[in-house]
C-alpha cells in the first residue's frame, strides 16, 4: 500500500486542500538563479557558434552552386538540398534555444501541397515556401552575429578566469626575463601591484558578466526567434484575431435572434393587443353613437397601430426572421420572395435545412437577398426576378436577376453600398452588371463554412 506522504497532489486536489496542506514550490536563491541564467547563455553562445560556422560554409557553397547550375535542371535540385539543409539547422537552432535559453521558436505552418502532386514535384515545390528562405537568410545572417558573440563571451570569459587565478600562475611570468606584461607597461613594477590589478579586473568583469552574456544571448536569440518563427508569430496572432472575429459574429447572431425573439414576444404582441382593444373599443362606440368624432378617431388609432406593427413586423424579419433559424436559408429566401410586389422564382443548389452554414453566414446572405429583392421592387420597374443560391468551391454563390430598366451601380446613394458593407463584414464580395435597359444581375460571393448541424 502506498504511503500517502509519497503521493503527488493533483491541480484539483490543490484547490480542494488548506492552504497549510498544499506544499509551497520549491524556490530558487536569486544568486543560483543568476549563475544558472549565465552559465546558460555563455554555454548557448559559445556552443552554438561552431553549427552556425558549419552552416554558413554550406549553405553559401550549395546556393553558390544552385545559383550557377540555374541554366541546367540540376540547379534546381541543388537549391531544393540547401533548403532541406538550412530546415535542418534551423530545427537545430530551436532545440538549442529551448535547451539553453528556454525560449520557444515555434515552427510556422508548412505550405499547402497541392492533391496529386508526384514526389518530384512536391520535392521542388519546397521552392515556393518563404520559410525555407528565410531558414537561408537566417544561416547567412547569423554566422557574423554569432561570430562577434563568441568572441567576446570568450574573451570575457579569459578576463574573468584570467584576472582571478593570476595570484596562482602570474609569478611564473612575471619571472622572465625581458618579458613585459600589462601592469608593467603601464607603470606597474610590483608583483603585488599586478596581482592587486588583475584581481580588480577579474572581479569587475565577473560582476559585468551576467549582464553581458544576457545582453549577447538576447540578442542572438532575437535573430534566431525573429527569422524562424516571425511567421509563426504572425500566424498565432492571426489566429487570435480570426478566433476573435469568429467569436463576435457568432454573439451578433445571437444577439440578433435573442432581439427578433423579444421583439415578436414582446412589443408586437402588445401590438396587437392594443390594436384588438381599439377596434372593440371603436366598434362599441360606433353602435351607440354612430358616426361619432371618437369612433373616428378611434379608426384612426387602429390604423396607425396596424402600420406600426407591419413596420415592426418588417423590422423583426430584416434582423433575423424565425423561419430563417428553424427552416435555414432556403425557405426564409422563398418566404421573402412570396411577399415581394414582384414575382420572384428561387432556385436552390444548396440544401433545403436548417444550419446549413455558420448563423452569421446565413443572416448575411438573408439579408443581401431581402434587400436586394426590396430594391427590385422600388427601382427597377421589372415584371419577374429570380433568385439562385449555389455552392462552388466553399463558397455561398448568389445571384438575384431581374429584367427591369437596368442603370443601376454601386455608388452611395444609390442603396447597393449597404450590401456591399454588409458582404465586407463576412469576407464577401459584390458584384453587379446593370446596362441601361437591363437586365440587371446582382451578384454575392461569400466565404461559407459548414455549420454545426450540416456538419452532424
Known sequence: MPSVMNMSTTPAMQ??????????????TPGRSVVRRTLSSSAYLLFSWPTHLIGFVLVVIGVALG?????????????VGVLALARGLAHTE?????????????????????????????AISALRDPQGWLNVVWAVVIFPVSTATFAITLGWWALVLGGLSYPVWGHYLYDIPNNKDFPEIIGIESYSGAVTLYLIIGVLALLLLPLVTALLSQLQAGISQSLLSGRAYLE?????????????????????????????????????????????????????????????????????TQEALNELRSLSRGIAPPILVDRGLVAAVRE??????????????????????????????????????????????ATSASVELTERD???????????????????????????????SVDGTLTLDSPDGGPTVLGATIPASPGAAASG
Do not use: C
Open 15 to 28: 484547490q480542494t486542500l488548506p492552504p497549510s496542506a498544499v506544499p509551497e514550490p520549491s524556490r530558487r
Open 67 to 79: 545559383v550557377s547550375l540555374l541554366i541546367l535542371v540540376g540547379g534546381l535540385f541543388v537549391l
Open 94 to 122: 530551436r532545440r538549442t534555444l529551448r535547451h539553453w535559453m528556454g525560449v520557444e521558436a515555434p515552427l510556422p505552418r508548412p505550405i499547402e501541397r497541392r492533391e496529386g502532386e508526384s514526389g518530384l514535384r512536391r
Open 236 to 304: 498565432r496572432e492571426i489566429d487570435e484575431l480570426e478566433q476573435g472575429r469568429t467569436a463576435g459574429r457568432s454573439a451578433e447572431a445571437q444577439q440578433l435572434g435573442r432581439l427578433e425573439r423579444d421583439i415578436h414576444d414582446g412589443p408586437q404582441q402588445r401590438l396587437v393587443r392594443l390594436k384588438m382593444d381599439l377596434a372593440r373599443m371603436e366598434r362599441r362606440i360606433a353602435k351607440t353613437d354612430g358616426g361619432s368624432e371618437e369612433a373616428a378617431q378611434l379608426r384612426i388609432a387602429v390604423e396607425q
Open 336 to 381: 421573402s420572395a412570396a411577399r415581394g410586389l414582384v414575382p420572384v422564382t428561387v432556385g436552390a443548389g444548396i440544401p433545403e435545412r436548417a444550419s446549413v452554414y455558420e448563423p452569421h453566414i446565413e443572416q448575411a446572405a438573408y439579408y443581401v437577398i431581402s434587400e436586394a429583392l426590396a430594391n427590385v421592387a422600388k427601382h427597377s420597374g
Open 394 to 424: 466553399g463558397d455561398l454563390m448568389i445571384l438575384v436577376t431581374d429584367d427591369g430598366t437596368g442603370g443601376a451601380h454601386l455608388a452611395k446613394g444609390h442603396g447597393l453600398i449597404g450590401l456591399e458593407q454588409r458582404l465586407r
